[in-house]
């Protein structure tokens, strides 16, 4: 099982990001997946999460509205939009299968700051 995140970087309060999961190894259609984040002396938290088929999601309160996770079963690829950034949102993102076993990306970090 291989999750490789993209898309981090610096953008300024209000800005917008695209993260991307590439995922192999395994059947990616059969499993949910989730982004996770972890702020600098803060526990990580799961921010979003899509089922096998895309048909369901659900968000932390903290980005409900702002972000959006999305997949392509054909692509073997999960997304996250994140739409009007603060400062908060501050973390490094990473990548997690759903079901048995933990499987985690190795994280991208998104910093937002003037």
């Known amino acids: 099982v291989q999750l490789v995140e993209s898309g981090g970087g610096l953008v300024q309060p209000g800005g917008s990001l695209r993260l991307s999961c590439a995922a192999s190894?395994?059947?990616?259609?059969?499993?949910?997946m989730h982004w996770y984040r972890q702020a600098p002396g803060k526990e990580r938290e799961l921010v979003a999460a899509?089922?096998?088929?895309?048909?369901?999601?659900n968000y932390a309160d903290s980005v409900k509205g702002r972000f959006t996770i999305s997949r392509d079963n054909a692509k073997n690829t999960v997304i996250l939009q994140m739409n009007s950034l603060k400062s908060e949102d501050t973390a490094v993102y990473y990548c997690?299968?759903?079901?048995?076993?933990?499987?985690w990306g190795q994280g991208s970090q998104v910093t937002v700051s003037s």
């Open positions: 997690r299968r759903g079901g048995s076993g933990e499987y």
């Open positions: 190894g395994f059947t990616f259609s059969s499993y949910s």
């Open positions: 899509i089922s096998s088929t895309g048909s369901n999601t």
